[in-house]
Structures are given as structure tokens and as C-alpha cells.
């Protein structure tokens, strides 16, 4: 989509195969069945990180890129937050 | 640490029988002693069966493979399982080289496979050329699958130790010694140091390879002793992806090992084997591939082959590890199954390494037609392909046990095979 | 040879993106590109006609190639050329589909793009040109497909030698030696110097020209999409789970966040237990919802498009995003977010 001209975030947990694949913006997600949950957390804590998340993604299309990138979300918090 | 000797009696025929016995490549099993071995409150009951190679016989379904060892009445053999963990290491070996035991039949979470004894399927897999002793079992009213599993790996490896436990006291056909990987600072005379890297798959219940009886989500790599995987230390307890499986079988017969060993002192130094878990997430994969590579270079390493279990998930661990140990100087080899698509045009893999070398075990797409057969063990149904057991029927090879061996125990490869787009069959370019 | 000759609207001269939406239609003669493609075939043969679509709209109706195709014979074509369409994914599309239909038709047609176009798949027995990577090689393109065009006049069958793009297919064998072995004698190569030899190809990874960024996003549409297959509850247009043939898409227009019990994911693979407790985990509409409201973006878009990535093959989801892109731009959306698994 994006060599149509579409800028696109991808979500995935499986970051080392979208960059081999040449996706340009690529947004880390938590868990390969759930690319943008966690259910380690709890529902509140789960809900303001798909929220940094999807933020994230945003800021990843409005964002000039000239090969794969990642757009971290979070340093590392496994437990409740 | 003492060295372990492989005392091999091959196996030509196999009967079942009333007691067990070994008698001149002949084994006789003891129908009522092995089904006596798996009783178990999970099981209601398991039913003996022998499948020899040529046999007009399919085994639908097969789950685990184990190949008869014993170490005699002190016992030793499958630490973790059969014997305790602290047990004396090394000795001799009893192996029933040519046999098989095998459970067959439905577990949830097993991707449906099969086993050809004959036909063009059975040098595909590795198991329709063993002599095997295949277990069909029910479960019992009221237990969990999961009860069942564990109950048919415990009479599995009961009726392994059995079986070759016949065989002690007969004159062996072949004695091996098995020398210990050399220590690094020996001199080498100038040959590499090659060790190999194998991944064992850590996904819970039914998806699991147990080392000293214990899963190891959550570890780190270690550096492992090859006579204890010759020992049984390594259980398979992992029921995906038929072609790509490695039952315990293959483990006590690690085919990279046995390479690297029928050419030490040679051309190389066999340096060592080190075993990894393959986690889920992308962050544990990182830092097992990152932290496995420098424990080879600490092991003193040259270079490492990677072996997987498991398809598209456990390819990126390959791919992290080929790339982590060529990053750090390492000459890095794996093992990939490809996935080009039934006519082998698509791209051959989905995670593969930046650097480093790659040998195909096969394409896990391509069609293959079976013969009809007469008898089929494990299932009355070949659910993949919709059709009765015993009929003709084309599958995959990602359908065929271990026929993609990632630890290396197939003979198959894919070779590219240029062909116009398009044309039909008859035309010249 | 009366030849025809299709071309997307820009090389048509109709317009850029702004008209990717027209539908077929007929030119006479030679345009654009198509006037040195005619010197270049000489006085042997002739384009009569150029048909051109817009990108959008081939790429997103089914019946686009059969219209072209039927206007290229209502014109007397004997040969139908399509392209170069270069890198292009919608044109490539367009271009296959409609050789693929003529082809198939009996009419002899030749497509041509850049091999690693994903649009190529759809070529179906056409044969299909290599052409550069992009306009700059117009020239040199031309010139090979001028010299197919004359040879597949004759009734023959193109080549590589013609610059026909072959797909090198892998074939299983069984060999010697078994993989563990041939293991070690490629690390012993290896170490002794030999960079070049593997059994599978090594590295070679994928250049996508990222697409330029939004501008103002407090204003954007942004679209949600998934290959996680995210569909209703039980599934009722049978999307497959895993090895994908189609993709589907659903109306959230209203919706605020996906209930659970009101949507699972059917992708094999993986557990679903996780996805289907809340299915936001797998197409995370609640958060984008919140963020729609606070004014983070202009709109979402009413819709989401939904496939599975498990075991699809690379060449079917290139052409599904092909696909995807055109009914985002039909819209006006200007952003994506796709969840992967």
C-alpha cells in the first residue's frame, strides 16, 4: 500500500520480518495473536497502552521515512501497570 | 565426565508374541508386558501393532517416536522420565538400531500426519524405514487429553527401555564410542571448531520438548552434554506441523551430532552442542538468539549449524540466531524447510538470515501422490485429505512425519527448475 | 500486425491521481508512450488504437479487463499490448488482468512491467516483459518489447531470451546425502573461503519507496486493516483461515469498540483465545475511536478490510494491498493502520 502511495503503520510483534519485507513504518506490538493487546495487563492498564499504540502508529504516518523504521511504544513494562 | 558407549543390535525383523525377547536381529514383542507398560488411570486402553517397511500399511496420525534404548538393570536411560536426574552418566548404551515405538492416533493440537510403510512415501519419512511397534490407544472416561499424553509418553518410554533391555546380554553388532565434544584451548591442528545450535519449540501444552523431564520456556541457551541427549535427556512432547517435527526419536539419533562426529579429527573439531528454547515473543527470541551466540564464541566456536522446530514462528529464531553469530564472527549454517507454494514459484522463505548459508530440507508444499494401502493404523479417516485411511490420495509434504527434518534426517532439497511462466505442458521454450 | 495498445490514465495524458477513478475508454491512434513503441515496430505494424483505464478503477472492478478487452476487438485488434507499467502496483494489476482475459480469449497479448511488480501474479499464461524499474528506461523497455511484439506476431512462443519474465520454480529432490550432512560440508566451504554457495538463496530484501507522510493529520481519514481475519461472529462470509484467496470488509460506522462475542478471529496459527476475548487486540478500533474523538485525526474511515496473513503467500498479499490501496484512494483516505500477526 504504501508504494501506492497509502502511508501505512504496521502493528506487529514480528518486527525483524517486516523489515525484511520492506515495511517502512513499523510500530511493535506485544504478542504475535494479539498485535495490539496485551492480556497481561489489566483492562485499564491494557487500554491506555493500545491507546499509546495506536497513537504511536499515527505518528508513524505523518512521519517522513526513507527505510524500514521502527516506532517504538513503550521501555519494557510487563506486569500491571 | 565418563564416555558413553553405543551398543548396537541391529534390528531386521520384528513379531509380536507373548513374552519379549531378542534373538539374532529378531525382536519378539510381548503383546500383554507392553500393553501392561502403558497402564495408566488416563488411558482405557492400547492396542499393539507391528508395521514393518514394505508393509501395505499407512499409520495415521503418529504422534511420538522413540527408539528402544536401555542401559541395562542399573537403568539411566531417560533421565527425567524413566530414571532420576542424578543418576551415573556415561557407560554403555543398549540401542535397538532399526526399531521403533510409536503412538498413533487423534490428540488435540497434533496436525494430522502420516507414516507410509511402502510406496513412494516411505522414503520420506525416516519412520517407513524402521521396524516399528505402533500403539493405538483410548482414552479414558473422564480424563483430560492432557493426562493422556503424559500417560502414553510414560509407556512409550517404559516399553523403549523394555525392548532394548532384551538385547542386553546379546553380542553386539556394532560398539561406538562416543568421545565428548573437545574442550576449547585443545589444540586443533588447525581444523575449525564446529558445534550445533539446536532449538527445541516452548509453546505449553502439546507444543513442548521436555529436557530432563522439564520444559525450557524461559531459559536461557545452555551448553549440553550430547551423551545425555544419547541418553534420552530430550523427550519430544510437541505435536505440530508433521514434516517439520522432531520426535524424541531423532533426538537420540540427532542427525547433526552424528555428522559432525563421523567427521571429527578430520576436518573439524565437534565443539559442542548448545539447546535453546524458541519463545514466542519477539523480544525473548532476541535476546535466546543474541545470548546463544555469544555463548558459542565463549565455547569457543568457529563456526555453528541451527537447527528449528516447528514452520513460519520458529524460522525467525533461525534467522536471528544465523544473523546474531555471523555478526559476532561465526560461520552460521541452517536448516530451513521451504514454502514456495504446490508449484515451488513462490519465494522460498518468509524469515531468512541477512548473512550466512542455508540448506533446504524440502518444500513443505509440494503434492505428493500416495498409493492406496491396506491396512492403516492410528485412524480410520485421513482427515486432511478428507478420505478414508487406506485410499489413494495426494497431501502435502508438510503431511508426512519428518520428512522436512529440520535436525537434517531427510535426503530432500529443492532445486530451482527453470519454467516459462505459464506454459503448458509439451511446448518448447 | 493491427495492434492495441492499453495505457493507465497518466500515460495517457488524462491526468495523475485525480482521474485514477475513470473508466474505460478508447483513443485513437498512438498516445504518449505508444508513438515511440509505433517507430519502434516500424512499417510492419500498426497500433490502431490506445484504451486506457484509471488505475483505481481497474484495480478495484472486477470487469474492468473484459470492457478493455471488448473495446480492443471492437476495434479490430489483432495483437493487445499493455504498459509498461514499471513498479507501478495498480497499473501492474491492470495490465495483467486484462492480457490474462485476452489471452484467454485467443487474442495473442503481451503485458510488460518490472518483474518484481506485484500486479505479475494475475498475468495468468500472458506473457509478460521485463521492463525497468521505472520511466527512465522507457527507451530501452520499448525497444525489447517492440522486438517481442514482432516475434509473438509470428505465432511464436516468447523466452527469456525475449525478456519474458520466468518464474524459477523449487523443486523437491531427493538426493545423496541427507541435510545434516550437506550442513556440514556447506560450514566447511564456508569456512574455507567460499562466500558465494548456499542451497536457498540469502538476503535480498524488499525496497519499498516509502509513501510520503500525512500532512495534517488532525484532519486525515484513517483506515484500520488487518490480516489477523477479523470477521463477524461465526464467520458468515467463510473468510479462510489461513492461505488467503480474498479479503472481506465491514462496516464500524457507529461502532465504538469491537465486542467480544460479536467478532472473533479465525486465523489458524496462532491461539485466538487472547483475540477473541476482546478483538480491539487484533484491529484496535477502540483506542482509534478515542483518538477520533479527541481530534488526534479528522475521521476514521467507515470501514475495515480484512484478510489472513497465516500461510498466505507473499505474491497474494502483495496484491491484496495492491487492491486495498486503490479502495483506500477511491475514498479519500490518506492513512493506514494494519495490524499484523
Redesign the interface.
Known amino acids: 500500500m504504501e508504494r501506492s502511495g497509502i502511508p501505512t503503520a504496521v502493528i506487529t510483534n514480528l518486527v525483524t520480518i517486516a523489515e525484511q519485507v520492506g515495511a517502512p513504518r513499523i510500530v511493535p506490538g506485544r504478542g504475535i495473536p494479539y498485535p495490539s493487546g496485551d492480556p497481561s495487563l489489566s483492562p485499564q492498564a491494557e487500554q491506555a497502552w493500545r491507546r499509546r499504540l495506536v497513537q504511536r502508529a499515527l505518528d508513524a504516518v505523518a512521519t517522513a521515512v526513507e527505510h524500514p523504521t521502527i516506532f517504538e511504544v513503550d521501555v519494557v513494562e510487563r506486569a500491571d501497570a | 565426565m565418563p564416555a558413553l558407549r553405543r551398543i548396537v543390535h541391529q534390528i531386521h525383523s520384528l513379531e509380536i508374541g507373548v513374552s519379549t525377547r531378542y534373538e539374532q536381529h529378531h525382536l519378539v514383542v510381548g503383546r500383554d508386558r507392553a500393553q501392561a507398560l502403558f497402564e495408566d488411570p488416563a488411558l482405557a486402553s492400547v492396542r499393539v501393532h507391528i508395521a514393518a517397511p514394505g508393509d501395505p500399511v499407512r499409520i495415521i496420525a503418529p504422534l511420538d517416536v522413540v527408539e528402544p534404548r536401555s542401559k541395562g538393570p542399573a537403568g539411566g536411560a531417560f533421565p527425567g522420565w524413566m530414571a532420576p536426574v542424578n543418576r551415573k552418566r556415561g557407560g554403555d548404551i543398549h540401542v535397538l538400531r532399526g526399531a521403533a515405538v510409536l503412538a498413533a492416533g487423534f490428540l488435540p493440537r497434533n496436525q494430522e500426519g502420516l507414516i507410509d510403510m511402502s510406496g513412494p512415501a516411505a522414503q520420506l519419512s525416516p519412520f517407513g524405514r524402521t521396524n516399528n511397534i505402533v500403539i493405538e490407544f483410548d482414552r479414558a472416561d473422564g480424563a483430560s487429553w492432557q493426562e493422556a499424553e503424559i500417560a502414553l509418553r510414560r509407556g512409550l518410554l517404559r516399553v523403549a527401555v523394555h525392548l532394548a533391555d532384551a538385547a542386553v546380554d546379546a553380542a553386539p553388532d556394532t560398539v561406538e564410542e562416543l568421545a565428548p565434544p573437545h574442550r576449547p584451548g585443545t589444540p586443533t591442528g588447525g581444523l575449525p571448531r564446529v558445534g550445533v545450535i539446536t532449538n527445541l519449540q516452548t509453546q505449553g501444552a502439546f507444543k513442548d520438548v521436555f529436557v530432563y523431564g522439564r520444559s525450557m520456556a524461559g531459559s536461557l541457551p545452555t551448553l549440553f552434554d550430547p551423551a545425555e541427549i544419547e541418553d534420552g535427556a530430550v523427550v519430544s512432547g510437541q505435536y505440530g506441523h508433521p514434516a517439520l517435527r522432531n520426535p524424541t526419536y531423532l533426538h537420540q539419533n540427532h542427525p547433526v551430532i552424528a555428522e559432525l562426529r563421523a567427521r571429527d579429527g578430520r576436518d573439524l573439531h565437534f565443539a559442542g552442542v548448545v539447546l535453546c528454547p524458541e519463545p514466542v515473543q519477539q523480544g525473548d527470541k532476541e535476546l535466546v538468539s543474541t545470548h546463544a551466540a555469544w555463548l558459542c564464541r565463549a565455547a569457543g566456536f568457529d563456526a555453528a549449524i541451527v537447527t528449528k522446530e516447528g514452520a513460519g514462528n520458529a524460522d525467525n529464531d533461525l534467522m536471528l540466531k544465523v544473523d546474531a553469530l555471523e555478526a559476532d564472527d561465526l560461520t552460521a549454517v541452517a536448516l530451513y524447510a521451504e514454502m514456495s507454494g504446490a508449484d515451488g514459484t513462490g519465494p522460498p522463505l518468509v524469515a531468512g538470515p541477512r548473512r550466512g548459508a542455508i540448506v533446504s530440507t524440502g518444500n513443505y508444499d509440494q503434492r505428493v501422490a500416495l498409493p492406496a494401502v491396506e491396512r492403516a493404523l492410528g485412524g480410520t479417516r485421513l482427515r486432511i485429505a478428507d478420505a478414508d485411511a487406506t485410499a489413494a490420495v495426494e497431501v502435502p509434504t508438510a503431511a508426512i512425519l519428518s520428512a522436512l527434518s529440520p535436525l537434517g534426517a531427510g535426503r530432500l532439497t529443492c532445486r530451482p527448475d527453470e519454467q516459462l511462466a505459464g506454459l503448458q505442458l509439451g511446448e518448447t521454450a | 500486425m493491427r495492434i492495441v495498445h492499453y495505457l493507465n490514465q497518466f500515460y495517457a495524458g488524462l491526468g495523475g491521481?485525480e482521474t485514477a477513478g475513470i473508466g474505460p475508454r478508447m483513443l485513437d491512434g498512438t498516445v504518449g508512450p505508444g508513438r515511440l513503441l509505433a517507430q519502434l515496430l516500424g512499417d510492419q505494424h500498426q497500433i490502431i488504437a490506445t484504451i486506457v483505464c484509471g488505475d483505481n478503477h481497474a484495480a478495484s472492478n472486477a470487469t474492468a479487463a473484459q470492457e478493455l478487452l471488448d473495446l480492443a476487438r471492437g476495434a479490430g485488434a489483432e495483437l493487445l499490448v499493455a504498459g509498461p507499467a514499471f513498479?507501478?502496483?495498480?497499473y501492474g494489476l491492470a495490465c495483467a488482468r486484462l492480457v490474462a482475459a485476452a489471452d484467454a480469449a485467443g487474442l495473442p497479448a503481451l503485458a510488460t512491467m518490472h518483474p518484481d511488480n506485484?500486479g505479475i501474479t494475475d498475468?495468468?499464461?500472458?506473457?509478460?516483459v521485463a521492463a525497468g524499474a521505472t520511466a527512465r528506461e522507457m527507451r530501452p523497455t520499448l525497444r525489447r518489447v517492440a522486438a517481442a511484439i514482432a516475434k509473438l506476431a509470428t505465432g511464436a512462443?516468447l523466452?527469456?531470451q525475449d525478456g519474458?519474465?520466468?518464474?524459477?520454480?523449487?523443486?523437491?529432490?531427493?538426493?545423496?546425502?541427507?541435510?545434516?550432512?550437506?550442513?556440514?560440508e556447506?560450514?566447511?566451504r564456508?569456512?574455507g573461503g567460499d562466500q558465494q554457495?548456499?542451497?536457498?538463496?540469502?538476503?535480498?530484501?524488499?525496497?519499498?519507496?516509502?509513501?510520503?507522510?500525512?500532512d495534517k493529520?488532525a484532519s486525515a481519514t484513517?483506515a484500520l486493516?488487518t490480516e489477523?481475519a477479523v470477521v463477524p461472529a461465526g464467520n458468515p462470509d467463510r473468510l479462510e483461515s489461513a492461505r488467503a484467496t480474498r479479503w472481506l470488509r465491514y462496516p464500524i460506522e457507529g461502532i465504538d469498540a469491537l465486542a467480544s462475542g460479536e467478532w472473533e478471529s479465525v486465523a489458524g496459527?496462532?491461539?485466538?483465545?487472547?483475540?477473541n476475548?476482546?478483538p480491539?487486540?487484533?484491529?484496535?478500533l477502540?483506542?482509534?475511536r478515542?483518538?477520533e474523538r479527541e481530534g488526534?485525526?479528522g475521521r476514521l474511515h467507515g470501514e475495515f478490510m480484512v484478510t489472513v496473513g497465516n500461510?498466505t503467500?507473499?505474491?497474494t498479499a502483495r496484491r491484496f494491498?495492491?487492491e486495498?490501496?486503490?479502495e483506500?484512494?477511491k475514498a479519500g483516505?490518506?492513512?493506514?493502520?494494519?495490524?499484523?500477526?
Open positions: 491521481e513498479g507501478s502496483g495498480r506485484p498475468a495468468g499464461a500472458a506473457p509478460v512462443t523466452t527469456a519474458r519474465v520466468v518464474k524459477a520454480a523449487r523443486i523437491g529432490r531427493l538426493v545423496e546425502q541427507r541435510a545434516a550432512a550437506r550442513a556440514v556447506l560450514v566447511l564456508r569456512l554457495s548456499t542451497e536457498v538463496p540469502v538476503g535480498g530484501f524488499d525496497a519499498v519507496e516509502p509513501a510520503a507522510p500525512v493529520l484513517v486493516v489477523a496459527g496462532f491461539a485466538t483465545t487472547a483475540a476475548a476482546d480491539n487486540r487484533v484491529l484496535p477502540d483506542a482509534a478515542t483518538l488526534a485525526i500461510g503467500p507473499v505474491a494491498g495492491v486495498w490501496a486503490a483506500l484512494r483516505v490518506q492513512a493506514a493502520i494494519l495490524t499484523a500477526t
